[in-house]
């Protein structure tokens, strides 16, 4: 068992704390965080041109973080506002405010076990669950 957390929050708020049990590691539950991730726009107001990956925020991308990694019963919880470390830790936020709309592009921390071991965007991160994770679509 390989638990880990992924928490996605900004300066003021944590929106979500999504605890899971198993396969936590960079191969695993880092290869489906990307694949969640990757393309993803955030914004601040829907528009009928965003395309279909866009979130209203990180209040929504909490959202659809959940509905993407709960499948049934067990393995996954939310955990409130906790910080806790797992296993492996994947923590989101905004890198910057982009414009008035485009709300920012975002950055993604990974520790594993209390060790930061990637920091960056999520082309980088991309790279970096390529070196170190299972290739796949």
Same mark, same amino acid.
């Given at each position: ?14 929106y979500?704390?999504?605890?899971? +049990? +198993?396969d936590?590691y960079?191969?695993g539950?880092? =290869?489906?965080?990307? +694949?969640?991730?990757d393309?993803?726009?955030?914004v601040?107001?829907l528009s009928?041109?965003?395309g279909?990956?866009? !979130?209203?925020g990180?209040?929504?991308?909490? !959202? =659809?973080?959940v509905? !993407?990694?709960?499948?049934d019963?067990?393995? &996954? *919880?939310? =955990?409130?506002?906790? @910080?806790?470390? @797992?296993? *492996?830790? *994947?923590?989101?936020s905004? !890198? /910057?405010?982009q414009?008035?709309?485009? &709300?920012? /592009?975002?950055?993604? /921390? ?5 060790k @930061?071991?990637?920091?960056g965007?999520i082309k980088?991160?991309s790279?970096?669950? /390529?070196? +170190?994770?299972? &290739?796949s679509?």
């Amino acid at each position: 068992m390989t638990s880990s957390r992924i928490i996605i929050k900004d300066r003021k708020m944590i929106y979500c704390s999504l605890y899971i +049990h +198993h396969d936590g590691y960079v191969k695993g539950v880092g =290869q489906d965080l990307l +694949h969640f991730l990757d393309g993803m726009k955030i914004v601040n107001g829907l528009s009928c041109t965003d395309g279909d990956k866009v !979130a209203n925020g990180l209040d929504d991308l909490a !959202a =659809q973080l959940v509905m !993407a990694f709960k499948t049934d019963a067990g393995n &996954v *919880y939310l =955990q409130g506002e906790t @910080e806790d470390l @797992e296993d *492996y830790t *994947y923590i989101i936020s905004l !890198a /910057k405010k982009q414009n008035s709309r485009s &709300v920012g /592009k975002l950055n993604i /921390k990974v520790f594993e076990y209390e060790k @930061e071991v990637f920091s960056g965007n999520i082309k980088e991160y991309s790279k970096f669950v /390529k070196k +170190h994770g299972r &290739v796949s679509d």
